[in-house]
């Protein structure tokens, strides 16, 4: 199985900061990766797949970049509604594994 | 638009089964291969298995593998996951989730029902 090391756990921030959330893997997955974000009691929502395309409807401030074994999410200026939790997922082979998850909070 | 239902979460005692559905609708449910994840409460997001189309390429977790079995019924537009043999480490909810890759390669999971509770204790 693929392991996947998310980081941070918890990140504080406030509304217009630039945020960036890390996925490393223990081997290379090509762009195989995707990232969701979560709010509290709801299903995971797709941001961004293959690593860098951005899901359709989703606001341009969310980026992904990356490719191999190390990845990365940036959202550009934060805004209230983006304070939830993200997570990471690889579908380059099974099992397919999702990140510990980082919950990104208001300073 | 794309609607994903899950049904038949609850209460039952660790050995038991229980029987999931996901009920598809808003899109041709034959074209998409689909995947079950499931959340522990407060705990992280765990895949739990994955068919394809037709149903003739499977996968399982190792956590589940021998005891959960997943399958679809395309006329009905319909998942299933029939879990077997439940633990106390079982208890989540679970989700079904659309994989698109058959249409539009590598795309992860675009669309995730609402979930459904089990709890598994006695």
């Known amino acids: 199985a693929i392991w996947m090391t998310q980081s941070p756990s918890l990140l504080s921030a406030s509304t217009g900061d630039r945020v960036t959330i890390s996925c490393r893997m223990s081997?290379?997955?090509?762009?195989?990766l995707a990232w969701y974000q979560q709010k509290p009691g709801k299903a995971p929502e797709l941001l961004i797949y293959?690593?860098?395309t951005l899901q359709s409807g989703v606001p341009s401030r969310f980026s992904g970049s990356g490719s191999g074994t190390d990845f990365t999410l940036t959202i550009s200026c934060l805004q209230s509604e983006d304070f939830a939790t993200y997570y990471c997922?690889?579908?380059?082979?099974?099992?397919?594994?999702f990140g510990q998850g980082t919950k990104l909070e208001i300073k | 638009q794309v609607q994903l239902v899950e049904s038949g979460g609850g209460l039952v005692k660790p050995g038991g089964s229980l029987r999931l559905s996901c009920a598809a609708s808003g899109f041709t449910f034959s074209d998409y291969y689909m995947s079950w994840i499931r959340q522990a409460p407060g705990k992280g997001l765990e895949w739990v298995s994955y068919?394809?189309?037709?149903?003739?390429?499977?996968y399982y977790a190792d956590s589940v593998k021998g005891r959960f079995t997943i399958s679809r019924d395309n006329a009905k537009n319909s998942l299933y996951l029939q879990m077997n043999s439940l633990r106390a480490e079982d208890t989540a909810v679970y989700y079904c989730?659309?994989?698109?890759?058959?249409?539009?390669?590598?795309?992860?999971?675009?669309?995730w029902g609402q979930g459904t509770l089990v709890t598994v204790s006695s």
């Open positions: 989730a659309r994989d698109p890759s058959l249409v539009v390669p590598a795309a992860g999971l675009d669309y």
């Open positions: 081997q290379g997955i090509s762009s195989y």
């Open positions: 997922q690889q579908y380059y082979s099974f099992p397919y594994t």
């Open positions: 068919i394809s189309s037709s149903g003739s390429t499977i």
């Open positions: 293959a690593a860098s």
